[in-house]
């Protein structure tokens, strides 16, 4: 095992969706490649049982089959890892691509869409997140707004239509292609409009909006920021925000990941240290571990404080069933040293991370599990969620989707400054699996989520 500070190691990328776990490319594997290249469909089953033998971090789960009762390497792969399914540890996270196909896909920092995440709350479709110098945010309409129906080229067709046809994704807001056009009919406070707009490259900012400071009497005030993605556009923005909150000698923080499914590695790092960097200094944040055939490849992250460290005393982080991956690392490695509370619902349940394995000399890449985050405490396995492991305090609430983030007044945010106020957790309505980001992801819409890091919300 390698021991290391919190500094970039690999391009990892921690994210939810897409089966997606990790963008490193794995250390050499074990297959060697043959003298001549092949790369039939037979070669590229081989490859893949070979691989999943040796570095499947389950190894010892994975079904028993017959290489050649399978029509490709995808199916072979499913077969095999069928086992590890009903459990949550690997409900399609790995998986077999082209190394062209997954490089577009991990390359990626931004991507094509209109620029707005909705929910539902009961049957109507609500925008919960619009991310800024979108063409809808350049239109004027934001969070809470109601998405009554959409006009593809034929009139505009109410959105419960659109449920009762089982429309997917696709055929409701277009292709991922710049130039696609929709009108778009909302209802806001001020009334009823309709809307054209126009797919186009975008970079959602890593921050939404701007951080702040809640204001208690008597008390210091309050941290709040919204953090979407741990993008290399973080960087900056997330060291100048703790300057400014331990400048405000702020002790108690809200950390609204409701929506952030993941990223870099190397950003979560960051922000660990300027969160824990004080607190445990030199005590280990995670271990990523590998299967008991790969134990030389484990490495030990330890905190170290940086210039813009803080101190906090608690931590209360805004989740939902599109927080994962790197979100949930942040959390669970912070967990063992910070009082750490969970406000929302249940998280989605993602402590694993995955290499990339290429067969030599073909196009094939095998994406497989291959690691867990642990904490300092040796604390992973959050297969279904952060909330079901027992180890959080966890105040339940609503996705108030009628107000903006950051009001103090929108119930995740109300139910974490009442905690940390003293007042405990108030009755909700909530459960950890009711949000209306859980209701949507079962399936009102066929939405399929975009290649890496944006959640299946987005559009």
């Known amino acids: 095992m390698t021991s290391r500070a919190l500094l970039p190691m690999l391009a990892v990328a921690l994210v939810s969706c ?31 049982f070979d691989v999943a033998q040796d570095w499947y971090l ?4 994975l079904a028993g089959v017959e290489v050649d009762a399978f029509a490709d390497p995808q199916a072979l792969l499913e077969a095999m890892t069928a086992p590890l399914a009903p459990s949550g540890r690997d409900p399609g996270f790995s998986y077999v691509t082209t190394i062209t196909e997954d490089e577009n896909n991990f390359s990626s920092r931004g991507y094509i869409g209109f620029g707005f995440r909705y929910g539902i709350d009961g049957t109507r ?20 707004a109601e998405l009554l129906a959409v006009d593809v080229g034929d009139g505009f067709v109410p959105m419960d239509e659109w449920v009762a046809a089982n429309a997917t994704a696709e055929e409701v807001f277009g292709r991922e292609q710049e130039g696609i056009e929709r009108v778009f009919r909302f209802r806001t406070v001020a009334g009823t409009s309709e809307v054209v707009l126009r797919k186009r490259a975008l970079e959602p900012p890593a921050l939404v909006e701007a951080p702040r400071l809640i204001n208690r009497p008597g008390m210091a005030p309050i941290g709040y920021f919204n953090l979407r993605q741990f ?54 944040a995670y271990v990523l571990n590998h299967n008991v055939k790969r134990q030389d490849e484990n490495v030990s992250v330890t905190f170290a404080p940086t210039a813009e460290s803080i101190n906090p005393l608690r931590l209360a982080f805004i989740v939902s069933g599109a927080t994962a991956s790197a979100s949930e690392l942040l959390v669970n490695s912070l967990a063992p040293y910070i009082e750490v509370l969970l406000v929302g619902s249940e998280t989605l349940g ?49 996705d108030d989707l009628y107000r903006a983030f950051g009001d103090p007044a929108e119930a995740s945010l109300k139910a974490a400054i009442d905690y940390l106020n003293g007042a405990g957790c108030a009755a909700t309505a909530a459960s950890a699996t009711s949000s209306p980001v859980s209701r ?8 399929t989520p975009l290649p890496d890091r944006q959640s299946a919300l987005s559009q």
């Open 231 to 284: 993008t290399l556009s973080a960087r900056d923005p997330v060291a100048a925000m703790m300057s400014e909150f331990r400048d405000s000698n702020v002790t108690d923080y809200v950390i609204d990941l409701r929506y952030n499914s993941g990223g870099l590695i190397e950003i979560a790092d960051d922000i660990l240290n300027h969160i824990g960097g004080e607190a445990a200094s030199g005590e280990t």
């Open 125 to 144: 479709f609500l925008i919960s997140d619009v991310f800024e110098g979108s063409p809808i945010d350049d239109a004027g309409i934001g969070r809470g």
């Open 350 to 398: 993602k402590s694993t991370g995955s290499y990339a394995f290429d067969q030599p000399g073909c196009d094939t890449r095998l994406r497989l599990i291959a690691f867990e985050a642990l904490n300092g405490n040796n604390e992973g396995e959050f297969y279904n969620g952060l909330v079901s492991t027992g180890r959080f305090t966890f105040c339940p609430a609503e």
């Open 58 to 61: 389950w190894f010892d789960e």
């Open 18 to 48: 897409g089966g997606g776990g990790g963008g490193a490319s794995a250390p050499a594997a074990s297959p060697q490649a043959p003298s001549a290249v092949d790369c039939s469909i037979e070669s590229q089953k081989q490859f893949v």
């Open 440 to 447: 949507l992801r079962r399936g009102l819409l066929d939405v």
